[in-house]
């Protein structure tokens, strides 16, 4: 992963879970030190989850936020309300060349008529 990109991290889940019958999907970020960098949710619907998968796309600015080296991200869920399950991968986190964020133009929401 390169810092000031928007990846996709993917965890595929190779137990007989069936994540799309999760009460809940956490995923944490933390650098090399163990400091946690954030936490994406899957009831804020910040994660993207099928049967054996879970996804979650980065902005520029939270994969900025995560200082060259490796990373750990940690993915625990919740199922049958009260049983839950942890998943640890980690990865090299890349530098770039110039540290800064790119603009990205959204596109333009159509304007409204009153009639």
Known sequence: MFR?????ITFTIKDDFDMTQASDVYM???D???NIQ???QLSEE???VTEHTVAVRLTQAE???IPGGTFRAQLNWLYNDNDTVLRDCSDIVEEIMEDNLLPIELP???EE???
């Open 4 to 8: 000031y990109t928007t990846p996709t």
């Open 28 to 30: 944490t970020f933390t």
């Open 32 to 34: 090399s030190n163990g």
């Open 38 to 40: 954030f936490t994406k």
């Open 46 to 48: 910040e994660l993207t």
């Open 63 to 65: 994969s900025a936020s």
């Open 108 to 110: 333009e929401e159509p």
């Open 113 to 115: 008529t009153v009639d």
